[in-house]
Nanobody, 124 residues
Framework: QVQLVESGGGLVQAGGSLRLSCAAS????????MGWFRQAPGKEREFVAG????????YYADSVKGRFTISRDNAKNTVYLQANSLKPEDTAVYYC?????????????????WGQGTQVTVSS
């Protein structure tokens, strides 16, 4: 069973940047796609970014395209989300998740392991 632990969240002003990390333990995640999701108060959890098992393919929600970058280091069993040009509407709890598949999926049901989340708050 894999455990995922996110870190790097915090409070930042609009236009600022954060780098989120997701460290996996218990088993390797190198054969699986990984994703970042977020959930704001009163809203459903939404897909933010995903990366294939090799890192060769990435996919982003339209709302973050051009501002966020997902990457992974399979040797460290870690996935990252670089979030630049942050906006107040990016405020949410960000979750890392392990996919059931080697290629990116955008639906939460296609992920079988989740971290506890890290809070990102962007002030205007």
């Amino acid at each position: 069973q894999v455990q995922l632990v996110e870190s790097g969240g915090g409070l930042v002003q609009a236009g600022g940047s954060l780098r989120l990390s997701c460290a996996a333990s218990g088993r390797t995640v190198s054969s699986y796609a990984m994703g970042w999701f977020r959930q704001a108060p009163g809203k459903e959890r939404e897909f933010v970014a995903g990366i294939s098992w090799s890192g060769g393919s990435t996919y982003y929600a339209d709302s973050v395209k051009g501002r966020f970058t997902i990457s992974r280091d399979n040797a460290k069993n870690t996935v990252y989300l670089q979030a630049n040009s942050l906006k107040p509407e990016d405020t949410a709890v960000y979750y890392c998740a392990k996919s059931l598949n080697p290629i990116v999926r955008v639906v939460p049901a296609d992920y079988d392991a989740w971290g506890q989340g890290t809070q990102v708050t962007v002030s205007s």
